[in-house]
């Protein structure tokens, strides 16, 4: 969804995007926090953007909440660590998702028109898939996951580098 910029954001359209994307992340930790601190164990993976970090030109209130999300993932995991919860966010780049696949189907033409657009965007030799993001989570919410705390995990195909 775009929304302009921030002298032209309708003001609707950043409400709903802060309600979705950074209360709806505050709601669903508010939820499982006493769970997990109540067995002194856990893990909470956030999901945000890239966009949270780069330049957004056309999407101020996307990246703001993403922004956002980032902040409440370093809050939940420096404040409640030390009671055996981690918080971690994946920040997936652009993904092929199952509805995506049907709507390409449907207009092959658009469909190459953005596939060729993100794939000059990686140096990877194919677009991500959920599996790609579904993969980090696991790990994230398993054993293997408990030493990793409060980071930012970009899984993107290296169309964004950080480091």
């Known amino acids: ?33 006493p769970h997990l601190t109540a067995t002194g164990s856990g893990a909470i993976v956030y999901t945000s953007s890239g966009s949270a970090y780069g330049a957004e030109p056309t999407r101020p209130s996307y990246a703001m909440t993403k922004a956002g999300v980032n902040a409440l993932m370093r809050h939940v995991a420096s404040r409640w ?14 993904t092929v998702t199952g509805e995506m696949k049907k709507a390409m189907e449907a207009n ?23 599996e790609d993001h579904a993969a980090v989570v696991a790990m994230l919410l398993s054993e293997d996951g408990r030493w990793i705390n409060g980071t930012i995990i970009d899984v993107n195909g290296g169309s964004l580098m950080r480091g």
Do not use: I, Q
Request: charged share 25%; glycine share 8%; proline share 3%.
């Open 81 to 94: 660590g030390k009671e055996g919860v981690t918080a971690n966010v994946l920040a997936p780049g652009f």
């Open 108 to 130: 092959a033409e658009e469909a190459t028109k953005w596939a060729d657009y993100f794939m000059s965007r990686t140096p990877d030799t194919r677009l991500g898939e959920s």
């Open 1 to 33: 969804m775009e929304d302009s910029g921030a002298l032209t954001v309708d003001l609707d359209v950043f409400d709903r995007t802060v309600a979705v994307n950074l209360r709806g992340h505050l709601l669903c930790t508010r939820a499982v926090l």
